[in-house]
């Protein structure tokens, strides 16, 4: 069995929170002005992404590779 790379996932929690606009720079400016409603929107908007984009890769892979094992 063939673990996964772990890089990415590194360097795209890297980009969440060290970058000057988008999502994470948003929740992590929040956080720091105590504006926790709005942190906590950023915090269930990421995860509720996070889960689209899973059954968003999910699905492309049953359909792209029927024939893996996973499928049967």
Known sequence: MRLPDR???????AEFFISSRGLG???SD???L?????AWACI?????LGIAFYY???AAE????PWHSSQL
């Open 7 to 13: 890089r990415f996932a590194r360097h795209g929690t």
């Open 25 to 27: 720079y948003l929740l």
């Open 30 to 32: 929040q956080i720091c």
């Open 34 to 38: 105590a504006n926790m409603p709005l």
């Open 44 to 48: 269930v908007i990421a995860a509720v």
């Open 56 to 58: 968003l890769v999910a």
């Open 62 to 65: 049953k359909w792209l590779k």
